[in-house]
């Protein structure tokens, strides 16, 4: 059973971006350090060509417990608070989690990465992330999971020298 943690922080991949001292590219996704060692990997999804427009940032990182990671998805302020969020990963079972937190400017959700939906993820090709927008029309985005198991074995590398 995936857990869904509602917790209520506020980080994002944008914000690590801003902050990061250094950043490894793998396929997808990003290892993004700051400067006190604390480091994620993360992956931006825009609409648009020049890549202005993010309308899904994920992020995977231990700032909840040193146990177990988490992934942080970050999405528009204007969701439809109640639908939550579906994640369908390749041909596996779709998992509908819901949102931690909603601000004016964005929404949340922070889901426990168990072994089955890591497994899902390290050996998947796309992930479909789904939400449904304040006035019905419902968004359903491709968040590719190409360079993910790299970026992860990056992460845990990281946390072995600290």
Known sequence: MRLVLTVFIFFFAVSGLAQAQSKETFGSW??????????????????????????LGAN???SISNSFPVLMMRMPPNL???????????????IQVALSQCTSVACQSVIKIDKTLFAEMRDGKLAKVAFALEKGKQLTLPLSLDGFADAYAALLATRKGS
Not at 33 to 53: I, R, W
Not at 80 to 94: C, F, H, P, Q, R
């Open 30 to 55: 990003s290892l993004l350090c700051g400067g006190q060692g604390n480091c994620s990997v993360s992956q931006l999804v825009a609409m648009d060509p020049e890549g202005k427009k993010v309308l």
């Open 60 to 62: 995977i990182n231990f």
């Open 80 to 94: 439809n608070k109640t639908s939550g969020v579906g994640i369908k990963i390749d041909d596996n079972k779709a």
